[in-house]
């Protein structure tokens, strides 16, 4: 089995959830590869160049893989998945922002997106970094060309979306998943991190992969 840890915006490989479930892969002999997209720079990250990344880390091996895509990994989990096709074979998708940059969500105010349009980069605080950084406007003008919510995948796909998040709209998320019978969805009463369902969500990722939890 290969599976890859798809980390969220301003988060990184090192993320509570990606040591979480490397720790319980590896115990069924699953290294989790988890790619880090902050990589070379975190100012000039794009969507296109994640999708780039992740192409060259599926292109490593023939074996399919099964990507666990949390917040913004969670919706290249799904852009994956509707491109590069066999490459990939199942998704796990923690609170993914399906609807980012689209209108409906709700990460910035109107009047900030015109405020980064106009200085051309804007500061952003960057959880693996634990300060403020750097991030160009050619991140959100990029996003405008993805359609995560609308994106055609057959793969079959287990969704945790937290009911109290107030980063990823549950409602959009419940959407998403209601017109897609290969994906099953859980509920749960946590935030957007999800930290305290991790236990409830290693138990179903584990059912899901066939593995004892």
């Not at 922002?97 to 500061?123: N, Q």
Request: net charge neutral; with cysteine; hydrophobic share 45%.
């Amino acid at each position: 089995m290969r599976a890859l840890y798809l980390h969220g915006f301003a988060s990184s490989s090192k993320s509570t959830k990606a040591g979480y479930f490397a720790d319980r892969l590896r115990v069924h002999g699953v290294e989790l590869e988890c790619p880090d997209f902050n990589e070379p720079d975190f100012r000039t990250v794009t969507m296109t160049r994640m999708l780039g990344q992740l192409e060259a880390v599926l292109a490593r091996s023939q074996q399919p893989a099964t990507l666990i895509g949390s917040s913004l990994g969670g919706t290249l989990a799904v852009l994956g998945a509707a491109r590069f096709g066999r490459r990939v074979n199942r998704l796990i998708l923690m609170a993914p922002a399906v609807m980012f940059a689209k209108p409906g969500h709700h990460l910035l105010a109107p009047e900030r997106v015109r405020a980064w349009r106009d200085r051309g980069s804007l500061s952003f605080f960057h959880y693996a970094y634990n300060e403020e950084r750097l991030l160009d406007f050619a991140f959100y003008e990029d996003s405008l060309t993805y359609d995560a919510f609308g994106a055609v995948f057959q793969h079959p796909t287990i969704i945790f979306q937290g009911r109290h998040d107030r980063s990823v709209d549950p409602k959009m998320v419940e959407s998403f998943a209601a017109s897609r019978p290969n994906a099953s969805l859980t509920l749960l009463e946590d935030d957007h991190q999800l930290i305290a369902s991790l236990p409830v969500m290693w138990d179903q990722t584990a059912r899901f992969l066939g593995l004892s939890a």
